[in-house]
């Protein structure tokens, strides 16, 4: 893309000097993102993919009301609502978005002095990435309002279960046959995992806004590595607030990579599941009920066997969803995905014990 059409596109928001240059950030996997340079205050400008986010127009709304509460949350606190929460720049007339040939673009001021890290390395990162979205879901314990579902049937597994089935009898691509073994992977736990979401259905466990998307880069850090706060709200929705803390778990506590082909690094850390827990638990454990207490471990399995059922499900329907670099790719994700899992379900005694002992010492 052209700088002169980005700077077209960046001149319809409401900048607050010049352009002097725009750039290039980061190879994103679902949206485009430059840095917009004025002459006082660089911006983010995205290019959000609307092929993901069918109603982008709702997403940016939903981004809009959860960042105001946010904000007046910060500072009731004496916080810096500028620096602990995404700020979104409206466009010259107001609007959330600009559409220029078909496509939607936002803006937000970027925050200056931030770091992000792609893996939690340490002990430390571990723990305060789990304060980072721990204290994201405590300043929204309050929020009520609805949200429109950007996407749907988000981590909804019976949703998944519709999908899966249909591809099962569909067999696009002739792979069914193959994947006996696999397919018995997620046959054995369907009923554990609806009971599990009869939960949400019936209120047991309650909706509250989640993040979903709780990977440690969108996460912002000061040079301290402090949190600062929580980015990338496109997937902002309602759900169980459990959600976030399973899909973290299961991107922090991997000990080898989600498509990792030597299944022997594959595992859950421990070690990376209790300082997670902490840190979470340090900002979260006020606001939580006693069933999402109790039901808290639990989710990193229920994510987990979502996601093994996704890779598996694509590979069935001949890779259309996700990105693959090679013919397998999917099925590898599955299996290794699958490998942490079951070594969530040999540990999970313990994730429980570790879980029931943060909660009794604070």
């Not at 840095?35 to 109603?55: A, G, M, P, W």
């Not at 809009?64 to 910060?74: F, G, I, N, S, Y």
């Not at 929204?140 to 899966?164: C, K, M, S, T, Y």
């Not at 169980?240 to 299944?263: C, P, V």
């Amino acid at each position: 893309m052209t700088e002169p059409r980005l700077r077209t596109i960046a001149e319809q928001f409401a900048l607050d000097a010049p352009i002097v240059a725009i750039e290039r950030l980061g190879e994103g996997f679902i949206n485009d993102t430059f840095v917009v340079n004025t002459l006082s205050t660089r911006y983010i400008l995205q290019r959000k993919n609307s092929n993901v986010f069918e109603d982008v127009p709702a997403m940016m709304d939903n981004i809009a009301r959860v960042t105001a509460h946010l904000k007046r949350k910060v500072l009731t606190q004496g916080g810096d609502p500028e620096r602990e929460v995404l700020t979104v720049v409206p466009t010259t007339e107001g609007a959330l978005y600009h559409i220029h040939d078909g496509d939607y673009w936002a803006m937000s001021l970027f925050i200056e002095g931030s770091v992000t890290h792609d893996v939690a390395d340490t002990p430390r990162l571990a723990y305060m990435g789990g304060r980072g979205i721990g204290r994201f879901q405590s300043l929204l314990a309050d929020f009520e309002e609805p949200l429109a579902e950007v996407i749907r049937g988000f981590h909804n597994i019976r949703w998944r279960f519709e999908q899966w089935d249909r591809s099962l009898a569909e067999d696009r691509v002739g792979r069914r046959a193959a994947l006996a073994e696999q397919i018995a992977w997620i046959e054995s736990r369907r009923d554990k995992m609806l009971s599990f979401w009869g939960l949400v259905e019936r209120g047991v466990l309650p909706k509250r806004v989640t993040h979903n998307d709780t990977k440690l880069s969108n996460i912002l850090f000061d040079e301290r590595d402090e949190v600062l706060c929580v980015i990338d709200l496109d997937t902002v929705m309602s759900s169980t607030s459990l959600n976030d803390f399973g899909d973290a778990i299961r991107s922090y506590a991997n000990t080898g990579a989600e498509d990792d082909r030597d299944l022997s690094r594959v595992g859950l850390s421990i070690d990376k599941f209790r300082c997670y827990a902490e840190g979470y638990l340090s900002e979260r454990l006020s606001s939580m009920t006693a069933a999402e207490c109790e039901w808290l471990a639990f989710a990193a399995l229920y994510i987990t066997y979502e996601q093994v059922l996704r890779f598996l499900m694509d590979y069935i329907d001949g890779d259309v969803y996700y990105k693959t670099a090679y013919s397998e790719h999917n099925l590898v994700r599955a299996t290794a995905q699958y490998k942490l899992l079951c070594s969530m379900e040999e540990h999970y005694s313990t994730m429980q014990q570790i879980i029931r002992d943060i909660i009794a010492a604070r």
